[in-house]
């Protein structure tokens, strides 16, 4: 506890951490005026800090306002001396469908690259204090990511993880299944399908960040994933992937 106590307070004596943090306090003080999040302290002893995903309309996209919310949040929790762990939540349909998909859809590659695109996107792994994904729902994209960058997750019996961002001409893709063995080999053949009626760029690309994070250590490989995800933005394909979702029809990916 003494060292969460001079971790906050160093936080704060900080000339640059300090604005962040005391605006982060105000708003959590003031009862919370935060746009896409709900955040309080729960538990019998106000000790877990509780942070609510808040945007039912769009599932719980996580937009850049959202993640910069997120990361006040957890700024201010891991500053107060009460606060022992952080449970991170959505609504029962969904706790995220991944990063907003109509923010991205006209990102350049220069636009992320030039402002680091999801550079903040990695504070929940940051966290000082442990922190519990509570999972009911879509888990999607990015909102499995931010799942699994929690210490622990519990899931409601309909929460449903995927990577699905090989349908939008981006990366990551891969999904595991289990089958009866006379259903196998052909269950993997229309998995082969689905997998070759996507970009063959996009899913090399997604093969290569897989496979470069056997060699490096988890900062290397989530920066290289990231940079290869901003490289997606140079396609042709990405650009159709999510142009289809935001109009509502299916992709029809050039390799391009
Ligand atoms: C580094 C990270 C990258 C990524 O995370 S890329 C994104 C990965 N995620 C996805 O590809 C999932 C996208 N969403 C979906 O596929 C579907 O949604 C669902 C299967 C989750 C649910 O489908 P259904 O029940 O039919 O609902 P609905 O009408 O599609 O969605 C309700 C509203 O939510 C918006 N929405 C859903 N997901 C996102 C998103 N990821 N970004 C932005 N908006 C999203 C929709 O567009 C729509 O909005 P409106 O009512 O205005 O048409």
């Known amino acids: 506890m ?16 300090a604005p962040a943090v005391l605006s982060a306090c105000r708003l959590y003080s003031s009862g919370g005026q935060y746009e896409y999040i709900l955040v309080e302290k729960r538990g019998e002893k106000s000790d877990v800090g509780f942070i609510q995903l808040n945007r039912p309309k769009a599932l719980n996209a996580l937009c850049d306002g959202l993640m910069k919310e997120l990361k006040q949040a957890l700024d201010v929790f891991e500053a107060d001396g009460e606060v022992g762990a952080i449970v991170i939540t959505g609504s029962d349909r969904a ?9 991205m859809q006209n990102k350049t590659f220069q636009d992320c690259y030039r402002g680091d695109f999801l550079a903040h996107w990695n504070r929940v792994s940051q966290s000082k ?26 899931a409601g019996e309909k929460a449903q993880f995927g990577q699905p961002e090989i ?3 981006t990366i990551p893709g ?5 089958y009866p063995v006379d259903q196998l080999v052909s269950e993997a053949v229309k998995c082969g399908e689905k997998i070759a009626a996507n970009s063959k760029l ?15 250590t988890l900062a290397e490989g989530n920066h290289f994933e990231k940079r290869l995800f ?27």
């Open 167 to 169: 349908l939008l001409g």
């Open 202 to 216: 996009v899913s090399a690309m997604a093969k290569e960040a897989v496979n470069a994070a056997f060699e490096m």
């Open 174 to 178: 891969l999904v595991s299944k289990v």
């Open 2 to 17: 003494a060292f969460l106590c001079r971790s906050a307070a160093s936080l704060l004596k900080s000339p640059r951490a």
């Open 129 to 154: 204090k442990p922190v519990i994904a509570a999972v009911n729902g879509f888990a999607l994209g990015g909102g499995c990511e931010l799942a699994m960058m929690c210490d622990i997750i519990y």
């Open 95 to 103: 706790f995220a469908a991944g990063a907003d998909i109509k923010e």
């Open 230 to 256: 901003h490289a997606t933005f140079a396609t042709g394909d990405q650009k159709e992937g999510m142009t289809a979702f935001v109009e509502k029809r299916k992709a029809s990916f050039q390799d391009s």
